[in-house]
């Protein structure tokens, strides 16, 4: 059964062109130039605030799609924690940046405004592609598959956090043996390790039986 970020995924392929490689790329590599060119806290890229690249951490998108399973990484909400250095990091299900929402493909072109009034940043002087609102005479080939899809989803929900253990006490109905103690558990609360789903040191982990 296909998933709904594979169905994503798959639609933002089909949309293609400026589009896909905005959703795909966009903030996620940083901009060679600055890696090369940075003088203290000074900035020489050449394209500036409209770079396609990242120059600072607070302009960075993670890559909203795992490159294998093709699952959506995060979601459109922003994480309470990411300006305190969220423990979770990199594998944190939700945004981190201004950057992971607004470029977002539950987000990105979802919207009619060409001004960001949170922030008083305007997005119209960017190219119509690097805008993340949907402008008035902007035309995208099959997003209306993409709008229908986001409404038979919840919004601001999260992707699964498989960080999590569901305890279920009724019986053992809980353990998928397949599963049971192959990833790492990244809970930070107190819990039962003996019957978390997964291991917390070598010594506990189980090597994966369908290898």
């Known amino acids: 059964m296909i998933s709904l970020s594979e169905n994503i995924f798959e639609l933002v392929i089909e949309i293609g ?7 795909l790329d966009y903030k996620v590599l940083q901009c060679e130039q600055v890696k090369s060119d ?11 605030t409209g770079c396609f690249y990242w120059h600072s951490k607070s302009e ?3 890559p909203p799609f795992d490159t294998v399973t093709k699952q959506l990484l995060y979601s459109e909400e922003m994480c309470p924690n990411a300006e305190s250095n969220c423990i ?3 594998r944190c299900p939700k945004a981190h940046t201004k950057n992971e929402i607004l470029y977002h493909p539950l987000h990105y072109k979802h919207y009619k405004s060409a001004e960001d009034e949170t922030s ?21 080939a099959g997003f209306e598959k ?3 899809l986001k409404k038979t989803i919840s919004l601001r929900q999260s992707p699964p956090d498989h960080s999590r253990n569901t305890q279920r006490r009724a019986s ?5 043996i397949k599963t049971f103690k192959l990833k790492e558990c990244t809970q930070t609360e107190q819990h039962d ?3 978390c789903h997964f291991y917390h040191n070598e010594t506990d982990r189980r090597r994966d039986p369908s290898v």
């Open 60 to 62: 960075r998108r993670r």
């Open 88 to 90: 979770r990091g990199e």
């Open 38 to 48: 940075k003088i203290g806290q000074r900035l020489t890229c050449k394209n500036g």
């Open 17 to 23: 062109g400026d589009y896909q490689r905005v959703v």
């Open 146 to 148: 993409m709008i229908a």
């Open 120 to 140: 008083g940043t305007s997005y119209s002087l960017q190219p119509p592609h690097l805008n993340p609102f949907y402008l008035p005479d902007e035309k995208l």
């Open 193 to 195: 390790l003996k019957t």
């Open 172 to 176: 053992n109905s809980w353990l998928d």
